[in-house]
C-alpha cells in the first residue's frame, strides 16, 4: 500500500489548501482514511477521518474549517483546509487502516506552512 500526499505550502493566515492523498490499493472501500498532523517538537495528533461508509470525524480543533472527503472512483481522499492559524503550521500525513485486519499506512507527509 502506497499513500502519496500533495498539497502542502506556504498560506497567509486566513488562507485555505486543499490537501490530497491517493492510495496504491486494490480496494479501496476496504480501508478508512484519514489525516494526522506533527508539529514542530510535538506529537502527531489525528485531525480528520472518513469510514469506509463515509462518516466523518474532526478534532475540535480544526471543526468547521476542515473538511474531509473520499472519491471512491479515484482512491483518493481530500482534505479542505480552510481559515488557517499559524499554530496549523505541521507536516500532515494521510493514514490509512484496513477495515478486515486494522493494518496500518502511513504517507510520507506533506509541509503546510501558515505564517505571514
Known amino acids: 500500500v502506497q499513500l502519496v500526499e500533495s498539497g502542502g505550502g506556504l498560506v497567509q493566515p486566513g488562507g485555505s489548501l486543499r490537501l490530497s492523498c491517493q492510495a496504491s490499493v486494490s480496494i479501496f472501500s476496504l480501508y478508512h482514511m484519514g489525516w494526522y498532523r506533527q508539529a514542530p517538537g510535538k506529537q502527531r495528533e489525528s485531525v480528520a477521518s472518513?469510514?469506509?461508509?463515509?462518516?466523518?470525524y474532526y478534532a475540535d480543533s480544526v471543526k468547521g474549517r476542515f473538511t474531509i472527503s473520499r472519491d471512491s472512483a479515484k482512491k483518493t481522499v481530500y482534505m479542505q483546509l480552510n481559515n488557517l492559524k499559524p499554530e496549523g503550521t505541521a507536516a500532515y500525513y494521510c493514514?490509512?487502516?484496513?477495515?478486515?485486519?486494522?493494518?496500518?499506512?502511513w504517507g510520507q507527509g506533506t509541509l503546510v506552512t501558515v505564517s505571514s
Open positions: 472518513v469510514t469506509t461508509s463515509g462518516t466523518t
Open positions: 493514514h490509512a487502516r484496513h477495515v478486515l485486519n486494522n493494518q496500518d499506512y
